[in-house]
Nanobody
Framework: QVQLVESGGGLVQPGGSLRLSCVAS????????MGWYRQAPGKQRELVAS???????EYTDSVKGRFTISRDDAKNTAYLQMNSLKPEDSAVYYC???????????????WGQGTQVTVSS
């Protein structure tokens, strides 16, 4: 059973920084893409950043230059460094990963439970 667990959310003032972490645990053969999504109240869940094999990160336009996605495959962990935070960044942030649990099983998507990020003075 694969699980994704996020941490690092919280309350921060505008202009501040937070670093989110997402640890994948359980039976894992290979991790393909890892990414971060967010969902604000009354809005659809949106992709914030994604990273495939530690190459060519992709970001939604509103976070380019402020957020950085990275991963440590030795630790099955993805990170989202968020700088210059704005009130509009407030949302529940979800980790997403495309994982092949074993050699004989197909890869599929997994989601974390989410971590709240609130940017407010």
């Amino acid at each position: 059973q694969v699980q994704l667990v996020e941490s690092g959310g919280g309350l921060v003032q505008p202009g501040g920084s937070l670093r989110l972490s997402c640890v994948a645990s359980g039976t894992i053969f290979r991790i393909f893409e890892m990414g971060w999504y967010r969902q604000a109240p009354g809005k659809q869940r949106e992709l914030v950043a994604s990273l495939y094999n530690d190459e060519d990160p992709e970001y939604t336009d509103s976070v380019k230059g402020r957020f950085t996605i990275s991963r440590d495959d030795a630790k099955n962990t993805a990170y989202l460094q968020m700088n210059s935070l704005k009130p509009e960044d407030s949302a529940v942030y979800y980790c997403n990963a495309n994982i092949q649990p074993s050699y004989y099983r197909p890869r599929r998507e997994y989601w974390g439970q989410g971590t709240q990020v609130t940017v407010s003075s």
